[in-house]
């Protein structure tokens, strides 16, 4: 624990006067070279809380933009995804998201819910160049993590979000506000549900190699309206 601004994950956590590194703890106590943490609301939105590289930030993006990969089915299942090489499971699973994290180097993927209570409220996601299975000891240290870093997770993510932040940090995801802005103002232009309007500004920014965010960022300062694009 430090009392610095960042931690070795990447992100500050925990307050203006104590922060504690999140990610780093999984890459130097388990055979992984990339991990995210990421809360999730009621909603679906989702606050990524750290990101140890760019590489797990880009994991991170793509999962979003796409709606598959690893955290999701973390998120629907409440069980650990182990993914051991990508080669021999990932394309059935999540064909999309499987060739992009491949062009990332990636072989490995790992995703452990946390949960408080009976509820699921975000996914540890790790990451490794190479393939290889995770232990029993080393399965029992990834669950033992995730659990001790979850309640200061959604502490932050809480945080950030009463006191209106958009914390910008090297490699890593801001709060989503404005997506959940522009999903509401897609909802209102074409008068469908939030589900689907959530989907095609996905879809639209994977048809145009933009970022889900890029996109929100159009609708929202008005520069792109969905009434506008074919259906």
């Known amino acids: ?10 992100l500050p956590l925990g307050g203006p006067s104590r922060r504690q590194p999140l990610c780093g703890p999984f890459l130097e106590e388990l055979p992984v070279t990339s991990a995210s943490v990421s809360v999730f609301n009621r909603d679906g939105g989702q606050s990524t809380v750290c990101v140890s590289d760019s590489v797990a930030a880009r994991l991170d993006e793509l ?19 182990l993914i051991p090489s990508l080669h021999d499971e990932g394309a059935d699973r999540w064909p999309t998201f499987t060739v992009s994290a491949l062009e990332l180097g990636v072989l490995g993927l790992f995703a452990f819910p946390m ?19 995770l232990d029993a000891s080393q399965l029992a240290t990834a669950v ?10 959604v502490r932050w993510a809480l945080a950030e979000a009463r006191d209106n932040l958009t914390a910008e940090v ?50 929202v300062s008005r520069e792109l309206d969905f009434r506008d694009l074919p259906h």
């Open 170 to 219: 090297p490699a890593a995801p801001a709060m989503r506000r404005e997506v959940h802005q522009a999903t509401g103002m897609i909802l209102a232009q074409l008068d469908i549900t939030a589900t689907e309007a959530f989907a095609r500004l996905r879809a639209h920014a994977f048809a145009t190699s933009g970022t889900v965010e890029e996109v929100a960022h159009s609708v």
């Open 115 to 133: 949960f408080m209570g009976a509820a699921t409220v975000g996914v540890v996601g790790l990451s490794s160049a190479n393939a290889g299975v």
């Open 63 to 81: 999962q979003l933009e796409l709606g598959e990969g690893p955290q999701w089915d973390a998120l629907r299942t409440a069980q650990p995804v």
């Open 1 to 10: 624990m430090t009392d610095g601004n960042e931690g070795t994950s990447g």
């Open 144 to 153: 033992r993590l995730t659990r001790s870093i979850t309640r200061p997770s």
